[in-house]
């Protein structure tokens, strides 16, 4: 195999300069000549990875990503991006396997990340999962690295060059003390790249971003409201949960008396009861991902005299180190006095041969005005959120109730700018039935619910009820608020939750209720049938994609319209869609695809009042609203003369394709817009990339 030359920096293609003036760059004579060099390259040298993807590869045959979001908020004066061979001669990505102790901040405000770093990185199988394993700057090395990070019940892959911005010299954020070491400065990026730039990272939830690398499910907890602390921490552990904490009553990341910084994210990760020559105490080992600053008080490090009350047998098996590298015992009374918040993520996958600690269920679901987005409970239109059913059969150990956590996630609501007020609520079902009717709900008063209607990305309700039958329906505060959302059902072992079931029609006490989208769409399993007729080996291209839509469309009740659909339509949907440059959909891209397609058809239904299989002009600024896209007049002038038929109809196809560029091109600008400003800086490139490939 192939392995990689030193090159110098200068010799590095990616990122390209930020030229001051924008509009100059098309004279050759103003082009910097890097810029020329990195423009000859991708037009004459430049040719698709292994993959099939459009990323390019530079003069020295390394990978060169073109969809890291790079502008003038990326790269502070001075920022120079190299790759770890630039930095140092012998590059590894990891040394002596990948531990909690290789973090150390940066120079971005994402402690809240690396706090999640270092919890995953206490769990090998969690880590595998995000970080392939295999990968290296030795055998097969060509410059790209490949992370995974769950999205909305799935994970997604993210691919990266390794290039890293650095100053003098040295990396300017994430790094690891041991500077032969780039694990966690590439997944800092990558993740980055996920979020929407570096500048995304500052400020941020740990929970996020450990839902993120673990898919699992986070509750946040008042510590001081937790009873028999030891024990409930040594169960959490037990069970394979990450458990992040914090001190948020200060100034952001200044310091109490005692060392513990207000504002600033720790890993809790173990609890121990310690043998000390009077008695037994217990501790629990706290990770500032600082790297140092740590805890002064009673058991530190440095200072700690209790230690002395520890045989060194002790110690050995708690793998006490005395340094200040940022990992500190303290006991769990002074845990109490200095930390007053706890974010803890359980987790649900099945990599570890301990066992699944949860039984999980999900469900995707959306809020589609007039059709599926009731409000909140105490309006009169709060029948009309979805419902799913789930059964509690078998109690806990040594209990008579049964545990469960349920989790609501509004998706993307980072990329729409919209934060949805969210809130779940739960009812016993009817006796013989899995709905709750209208009247139902005007009588019924829930036996769990939210306490408030939160902006979160995620609420979560951990609690335990009676064995039984029961309805949870997740709503919004406002009524007719578009969003899509995830509703994940966790049981403890052997306590089965069912899916949601429709109710049967042969039931008459039950008024049916139906999506539009289901008279003019095929059911999922037929949907996937079609996929695999059409898209030869899981990959669906823009022809395949043109196909399946046609036989599609042909049999509901939009046909006819499929003369509507054309070749460039399925091009322009397969490349918004299209997150890593691949010009094709996979079997996972597609069913994201697909959720947006059946939403939309469901608008398209509502809003074509005359039942024409077209929109008219004035039909159209409604439906975009109740898709979640607001647009002002002028823009809908531009969508008058773009996107419409001769009669000035919208037809079923441009209608999905509207929609498809609307969102993407909204995505796009936000994902540049690193810090809300509403203003994005491009240089010819991104211009280039930007206009091109949609």
Same mark, same amino acid.
């Given at each position: 195999?192939?392995?990689?030359?030193?090159?110098?920096?200068?010799?590095?293609?990616?990122?390209?300069?930020?030229?001051?003036?924008?509009?100059?760059?098309?004279?050759?004579?103003?082009?910097?000549?890097?810029?020329?060099?990195?423009?000859?390259?991708?037009?004459?040298?430049?040719?698709?990875?292994?993959?099939?993807?459009?990323?390019?590869?530079?003069?020295?045959?390394?990978?060169?990503?073109?969809?890291?979001?790079?502008?003038?908020?990326?790269?502070?004066?001075?920022?120079?991006?190299?790759?770890?061979?630039?930095?140092?001669?012998?590059?590894?990505?990891?040394?002596?396997?990948?531990?909690?102790?290789?973090?150390?901040?940066?120079?971005?405000?994402?402690?809240?990340?690396?706090?999640?770093?270092?919890?995953?990185?206490?769990?090998?199988?969690? @880590?595998?999962? #995000?970080?392939?394993?295999?990968?290296?700057?030795?055998?097969?090395?060509?410059?790209?690295?490949?992370?995974?990070?769950?999205?909305?019940?799935?994970?997604?892959?993210?691919?990266?060059?390794?290039?890293?911005?650095?100053?003098?010299?040295?990396?300017?954020?994430?790094?690891?003390?041991?500077?032969?070491?780039?694990?966690?400065?590439? +997944?800092?990026?990558?993740?980055?790249?996920?979020?929407?730039?570096?500048?995304?990272?500052?400020?941020?939830?740990?929970?996020?971003?450990?839902?993120?690398?673990?898919?699992?499910?986070?509750?946040?907890?008042?510590?001081?409201?937790?009873?028999?602390?030891?024990?409930?921490?040594?169960?959490? +552990?037990?069970?394979?949960?990450?458990?992040?904490?914090?001190?948020?009553?200060?100034?952001?990341?200044?310091?109490?008396?005692?060392?513990?910084?207000?504002?600033?994210?720790?890993?809790?990760?173990?609890?121990?009861?310690?043998?000390?020559?009077?008695?037994?105490?217990?501790? #629990?080992?706290?990770?500032?991902?600082?790297?140092?600053?740590?805890?002064?008080?009673?058991?530190?490090?440095?200072?700690?005299?209790?230690?002395?009350?520890?045989?060194?047998?002790?110690?050995?098996?708690?793998?006490?180190?005395?340094?200040?590298?940022?990992?500190?015992?303290?006991?769990?009374?002074?845990?109490?006095?200095?930390?007053?918040?706890?974010?803890?993520?359980?987790?649900?996958?099945?990599?570890?041969?301990?066992?699944?600690?949860?039984?999980?269920?999900?469900?995707?679901?959306?809020?589609?005005?007039?059709?599926?987005?009731?409000? $909140?409970?105490?309006?009169?239109?709060?029948?009309?959120?979805?419902?799913?059913?789930?059964?509690?059969?078998?109690?806990?150990?040594?209990?008579?109730?049964?545990?469960?956590?349920?989790?609501?996630?509004?998706?993307?609501?980072?990329?729409?700018?919209?934060?949805?007020?969210?809130?779940?609520?739960?009812?016993?079902?009817?006796?013989?039935?899995?709905?709750?009717?209208?009247?139902?709900?005007?009588?019924?008063?829930?036996?769990?619910?939210?306490?408030?209607?939160?902006?979160?990305?995620?609420?979560?309700?951990?609690?335990?009820?009676?064995?039984?039958?029961?309805?949870?329906?997740?709503?919004?505060?406002?009524?007719?608020?578009?969003?899509?959302? @995830?509703?994940?059902?966790?049981?403890?072992?052997?306590?089965?939750?069912?899916?949601?079931?429709?109710?049967? $029609?042969?039931?008459?006490?039950?008024?049916?209720?139906?999506?539009?989208?289901?008279?003019?769409?095929?059911?999922?399993?037929?949907?996937?049938?079609?996929?695999?007729?059409?898209?030869?080996?899981?990959?669906?291209?823009?022809?395949?994609?043109?196909?399946?839509?046609?036989?599609?469309?042909?049999?509901?009740?939009?046909?006819?319209?499929?003369?509507?659909?054309?070749?460039?339509?399925?091009?322009?949907?397969?490349?918004?869609?299209?997150?890593?440059?691949?010009?094709?959909?996979?079997?996972?891209?597609?069913?994201?695809?697909?959720?947006?397609?059946?939403?939309?058809?469901?608008?398209?239904?509502?809003?074509?009042?005359?039942?024409?299989?077209?929109?008219?002009?004035?039909?159209?600024? $409604?439906?975009?609203?109740?898709?979640?896209?607001?647009?002002?007049?002028?823009?809908?002038?531009?969508?008058? +003369?773009?996107?419409?038929?001769?009669?000035?109809?919208?037809?079923?196809?441009?209608? +999905?394709?509207? @929609?498809?560029?609307?969102?993407?091109?909204?995505?796009?600008?936000?994902?540049?817009?690193?810090?809300?400003?509403?203003?994005? $800086?491009?240089?010819?490139?991104?211009?280039?990339?930007?206009?091109?490939?949609?």
């Amino acid at each position: 195999m192939r392995k990689s030359s030193r090159s110098s920096s200068s010799e590095v293609p990616l990122p390209p300069p930020q030229d001051d003036d924008v509009d100059s760059v098309c004279s050759d004579e103003l082009l910097g000549s890097h810029s020329r060099r990195w423009l000859a390259d991708l037009m004459t040298r430049g040719k698709p990875a292994e993959s099939g993807d459009v990323h390019t590869t530079g003069r020295d045959g390394l990978f060169v990503d073109l969809h890291f979001p790079v502008g003038e908020l990326e790269m502070p004066s001075g920022v120079k991006w190299k790759r770890p061979m630039e930095i140092c001669p012998c590059p590894q990505f990891v040394v002596d396997g990948a531990t909690r102790l290789d973090i150390r901040q940066g120079n971005l405000s994402d402690c809240w990340l690396l706090s999640a770093i270092a919890s995953l990185s206490m769990h090998p199988s969690l @880590l595998k999962q #995000v970080m392939p394993p295999g990968q290296s700057f030795q055998d097969g090395y060509n410059g790209c690295f490949v992370f995974r990070f769950w999205q909305y019940g799935q994970w997604e892959e993210v691919k990266i060059d390794n290039t890293l911005p650095t100053q003098d010299n040295k990396l300017i954020y994430l790094n690891s003390p041991e500077k032969y070491e780039f694990w966690s400065s590439l +997944l800092e990026k990558a993740y980055a790249k996920l979020k929407g730039g570096y500048r995304a990272l500052n400020m941020g939830f740990p929970h996020e971003a450990m839902v993120d690398m673990t898919g699992g499910v986070t509750e946040v907890l008042n510590i001081s409201e937790i009873r028999e602390l030891p024990a409930r921490l040594s169960y959490l +552990l037990a069970k394979r949960a990450l458990i992040n904490c914090a001190n948020s009553q200060g100034e952001l990341e200044k310091r109490n008396a005692l060392g513990i910084m207000f504002r600033h994210a720790y890993s809790l990760t173990a609890v121990e009861k310690v043998k000390t020559a009077y008695g037994t105490e217990d501790l #629990v080992r706290i990770l500032n991902p600082w790297g140092n600053t740590e805890w002064e008080g009673p058991w530190s490090d440095m200072k700690g005299p209790e230690w002395n009350t520890v045989s060194f047998e002790e110690q050995k098996r708690l793998g006490r180190v005395s340094r200040e590298d940022g990992e500190f015992w303290m006991s769990v009374s002074d845990f109490q006095q200095n930390f007053d918040l706890m974010e803890v993520c359980h987790r649900t996958d099945k990599s570890e041969t301990r066992g699944q600690p949860w039984h999980c269920i999900m469900h995707h679901g959306n809020w589609v005005p007039d059709i599926s987005a009731g409000g $909140p409970a105490n309006g009169r239109f709060f029948w009309q959120n979805p419902q799913f059913y789930f059964n509690l059969s078998e109690v806990d150990r040594d209990q008579k109730t049964c545990s469960f956590v349920l989790a609501l996630m509004q998706k993307y609501q980072r990329r729409r700018g919209i934060d949805l007020s969210i809130a779940l609520h739960i009812y016993l079902a009817p006796r013989n039935s899995k709905y709750l009717s209208p009247e139902e709900l005007n009588v019924l008063r829930p036996v769990l619910y939210s306490p408030l209607y939160s902006p979160r990305r995620e609420v979560v309700l951990c609690d335990s009820l009676p064995p039984g039958r029961y309805i949870i329906i997740p709503s919004t505060a406002v009524h007719n608020q578009q969003g899509d959302f @995830l509703l994940r059902v966790l049981t403890e072992q052997g306590n089965a939750a069912t899916p949601a079931n429709k109710p049967s $029609p042969q039931d008459s006490s039950i008024t049916e209720r139906s999506f539009p989208h289901q008279a003019a769409l095929p059911s999922p399993k037929s949907t996937e049938q079609l996929f695999n007729k059409h898209c030869k080996n899981g990959i669906c291209k823009p022809v395949h994609l043109y196909n399946l839509l046609t036989e599609i469309i042909q049999g509901g009740v939009l046909a006819g319209t499929e003369k509507y659909l054309a070749l460039e339509h399925c091009k322009s949907l397969v490349i918004l869609m299209d997150s890593q440059g691949s010009a094709h959909l996979t079997w996972q891209d597609f069913q994201i695809l697909w959720d947006k397609i059946r939403r939309w058809t469901d608008i398209f239904l509502v809003f074509d009042k005359n039942q024409t299989k077209r929109l008219e002009y004035q039909e159209v600024a $409604p439906a975009l609203e109740a898709a979640g896209i607001m647009v002002d007049e002028l823009i809908m002038q531009l969508v008058g +003369l773009r996107y419409t038929e001769p009669n000035l109809t919208i037809s079923y196809p441009g209608f +999905l394709y509207l @929609l498809m560029k609307l969102e993407s091109m909204i995505y796009k600008f936000q994902a540049n817009d690193v810090v809300g400003k509403g203003i994005i $800086p491009v240089n010819y490139r991104q211009w280039l990339y930007m206009t091109m490939y949609n």
